[in-house]
C-alpha cells in the first residue's frame, strides 16, 4: 500500500515536475558563485547558491515528500524567443522525514524572462521582478501565460481564470467538477503556496524554507575589548555572527571588510579575528574608528570610539599625569610673578 501511494503521489506531481519547454537553451554571460562578491541575478530576487525548500502534501497519502530548487547562477540566454534573463539550478526530491535527497533534475531553468515572456523547465517557483524588486501586475498576467500553457499540456481544462496582484495570485476553477489551481507568490516573486483540487485529490506544495538574505551582523573593539590606548598602533578584534543566509545548510564564511582611513576607504580584504591598526600622528583625543563587513546581500556598517592617551615625554612626570617641561615653565612663570610683585613693594 506504501508503495502504491508513492506512485499515486508522483503520478499527482507530474503537473509540477514536468514542463513543456523542455527545449534546448543557447547560454551565455554567467552570474556565478563569487563569495561576497555574488551579484543577485538581473530580473529576479534570487542569488547564486541559494536553496529554496518546499513540503508536498497530498490528503490522504504519506505526506512525507518535499522539493529543493538550488540556484546555481543566471545567465543571458535565448530559448528561441529572443534573449531574456534564465535562472538555472538543480531540483532535487526530499524525503522530509530521513532528510535524505535524490537529484530529479539538474541544471534546470527554473525561470526565464524577456520582458513580455515566462517559461520554466520545473514547477515555477521563482517569478521576475521589478527593477524595485517586487513583482507587478503586468509580470503576474504574462505568467498566466506559461501556467495557460502547462495546463493545456496536460489536457486539464478550467472554466475560470483571474490574477489578484494585491495578494500576488493566480487562481484557475471550473464549477461544473470544483476542480481549482492556485498560485501564491511573495512581492518578491517566491512561490508561496500552490495548491490544486483534481479530482480526487487535493495537493498542496508550501514553502518550508528560504534563504534569509541579510546582510552581515558584526562587532569589533580593540584588543581584549580595550578602548583606550597609549599608542597609536593597536589591534582590532572583530567578531561576525554565525549564519546561513542563503539556506544551503552551510555556515557563511564569505565576508570582507574594509575600514575608513581618514576620508579614504581602505582595500577590500578577508576579515581576520585581530587586525593591526594605526591612527597615525595624532594628538591625545577620542578617535572613531568606522568598519564595514559585506556579504553578498550587501553592507552592514559599525563605529567604535578609540580613545588615545600619548605616553610622558621620557617616561618621566614630576606630577603625574603632567610631563617634566610643561610643570617647568609654570613654575618658572610663578616665580617670575611672585618677584615683578615683591620688588613692586619695595618702591612703594
Not at 525548500?53 to 545567465?75: A, P, Q, R, T
Not at 580595550?226 to 554565525?242: A, C, P, V
Amino acid at each position: 500500500m506504501k508503495k502504491l501511494n508513492k506512485h499515486i503521489m508522483v503520478g499527482i506531481t507530474s503537473l509540477i515536475l514536468i514542463c513543456p519547454f523542455l527545449i534546448p537553451i543557447a547560454k551565455a554571460q554567467e552570474w556565478t558563485l563569487d563569495g561576497a562578491d555574488t551579484p543577485i541575478i538581473p530580473g529576479f530576487s534570487v542569488y547564486p547558491s541559494e536553496e529554496y525548500v518546499y513540503n508536498v502534501s497530498v490528503v490522504g497519502m504519506l505526506n512525507d515528500m518535499g522539493f529543493i530548487f538550488e540556484i546555481e547562477k543566471g545567465n543571458i540566454t535565448d530559448p528561441g524567443t529572443g534573449n531574456g534573463t534564465g535562472v538555472w539550478g538543480d531540483f532535487w526530491t526530499l524525503n522530509t522525514t530521513s532528510g535524505e535527497k535524490t537529484i530529479n533534475m539538474a541544471d534546470a531553468l527554473f525561470a526565464f524572462w524577456n520582458e513580455t515572456l515566462f517559461i520554466s523547465q520545473s514547477f515555477p517557483c521563482i517569478i521576475p521582478v521589478e527593477n524595485d524588486g517586487k513583482v507587478s501586475l503586468s509580470i503576474l498576467n504574462n505568467v498566466t501565460y506559461y501556467f495557460d500553457t502547462m495546463i493545456a499540456s496536460q489536457l486539464w481544462i478550467f472554466e475560470q481564470q483571474q490574477t489578484f496582484h494585491n495578494i500576488y495570485s493566480i487562481a484557475y476553477w471550473n464549477t461544473s467538477n470544483n476542480a481549482y489551481m492556485k498560485m501564491n507568490y511573495t512581492d518578491e516573486g517566491i512561490m508561496a503556496k500552490w495548491e490544486t483540487y483534481l479530482v480526487p485529490n487535493v495537493a498542496n506544495v508550501t514553502l518550508y524554507s528560504q534563504p534569509a538574505q541579510q546582510t552581515p551582523v558584526f562587532s569589533f573593539t580593540g584588543e581584549g575589548d580595550i578602548l583606550t590606548f597609549n599608542s597609536t598602533d593597536f589591534k582590532i578584534e572583530t567578531t561576525i555572527t554565525d549564519a546561513d543566509n542563503n539556506n544551503d545548510g552551510v555556515t557563511d564564511t564569505d565576508y570582507l571588510f574594509r575600514i575608513l582611513n581618514g576620508s579614504t576607504w581602505t582595500s577590500w580584504a578577508a576579515p581576520t579575528s585581530l587586525l593591526d591598526w594605526d591612527l597615525g600622528s595624532v594628538a591625545a583625543g577620542n578617535y572613531t574608528v568606522t568598519m564595514e563587513v559585506k556579504n553578498m546581500y550587501g553592507v552592514t556598517q559599525e563605529e567604535i570610539i578609540i580613545e588615545y592617551i600619548p605616553p610622558a615625554v621620557n617616561g618621566d612626570e614630576l606630577i603625574s599625569g603632567y610631563p617634566i617641561f610643561l610643570v617647568s615653565m609654570v613654575a618658572i612663570l610663578g616665580i617670575i610673578i611672585i618677584t615683578y610683585r615683591h620688588r613692586k613693594k619695595l618702591k612703594i
